[in-house]
């Protein structure tokens, strides 16, 4: 038995295999399929899609990669200017609640001022507070370059609010009315019984010299009685909230008519005079001012 090479056995089922191939591509060269094409470009046409199917997933998949970051990042931006645009909103509406609630502030000024137009003052605003211990004073935006001097009185259209205590080129130090070094000349404004008013460190301060035998009411009103050469007479100091007897005075606190822990406008009284009366008042006795510089605490009588 002869045995043939290995070479010869391979060229023979290549020449084989190349002869049936082609007799395949003859066949599919002549046939056609359903919609008249060809077979051969039938099978040509599934080749080569079914190698651009991997390519074209690949392709697809990155482009969808990318354009997920790109709307990402678009995204992202998006929402930093919408943060931002939502913040400058915010600020504009606290600057318009501030403007609306500073609206009425200013009216009941103009209408004070308007009130007393014969009397000279000044209006300032608060720009700063100091609260320590039984310290209670402000820093208002006046000072030595508006004439403003030691002693003169503060207040706001609701009542008195203290005194100035330090002027400086463009501010001032308002020692307050609950301050404990602070004391304002005051009466009952119904039996006209007169007395001190004194801060206590505390919220309220506290009404002095009253004898026990006096009547007072809680909620009686407090007046200032133009005594003590710095307010001018009859403005409001604030109401009895409570009462008890002493020895040998009565301790009578008082709360505040203005406002203490929410002033920002406030008034200057730049003259010691009484005040003229407004439209439908009597006028209140003036109280006469006395020569010599003022004190840095005058006593109160």
């Known amino acids: 038995m002869t045995v043939l090479p290995i070479a010869t056995r391979h060229r023979s089922l290549a020449l084989l295999t190349g002869v049936v191939v082609a007799q395949v591509l003859l066949l599919a060269v002549q046939i056609r399929a359903e919609n008249q094409v060809r077979l051969i470009r039938v099978w040509a046409v599934s080749a080569v899609a079914l190698a651009q199917e991997p390519y074209t997933m690949v392709v697809d998949r990155a482009s969808s990669v990318w354009n997920g970051y790109v709307s990402l990042r678009q995204t992202r931006r998006e929402n930093e200017n919408l943060r931002a645009e939502i913040s400058e909103l915010r600020l504009r509406a606290s600057k318009l609640e501030s403007q609306a609630g500073e609206a009425p502030r200013l009216a009941a000024l103009l209408e004070f001022r308007e009130s007393y137009a014969g009397l000279p003052m000044l209006a300032a605003r608060v720009i700063g507070s100091s609260a320590t211990g039984g310290s209670r004073t402000i820093t208002i935006n006046r000072g030595r370059r508006d004439a403003l001097a030691p002693n003169l009185g503060v207040i706001t259209p609701e009542g008195v609010v203290g005194k100035i205590l330090e002027v400086y080129e463009d501010t001032s130090q308002v020692l307050l009315l609950t301050d404990r070094e602070s004391g304002v000349g005051s009466l009952l404004a119904a039996t ?21 035998d006096e009547t007072v009411a809680v909620g009686e009103q407090i007046l200032t009685s133009g005594q003590d050469r710095i307010f001018p007479r009859d ?6 909230s409570a009462v008890q007897t002493g020895n040998p005075f009565k301790l009578i606190r008082v709360r505040p008519a203005a406002r203490l822990d929410r002033l920002e406008l406030v008034i200057v009284l730049l003259s010691q005079r009484g005040l003229p009366a407004a439209p439908g008042q009597e006028a209140p006795q003036p109280v006469a001012e006395q020569p010599g510089p003022r004190e840095k605490h005058p006593p109160a009588n």
Do not use: D, F, K, T
């Open 235 to 240: 403005l409001p100091v604030g109401r009895v």
């Open 192 to 212: 006209r019984s007169q007395g001190v008013v004194r801060g206590s460190g505390e919220p309220e301060a506290v009404l002095h010299y009253v004898i026990n």
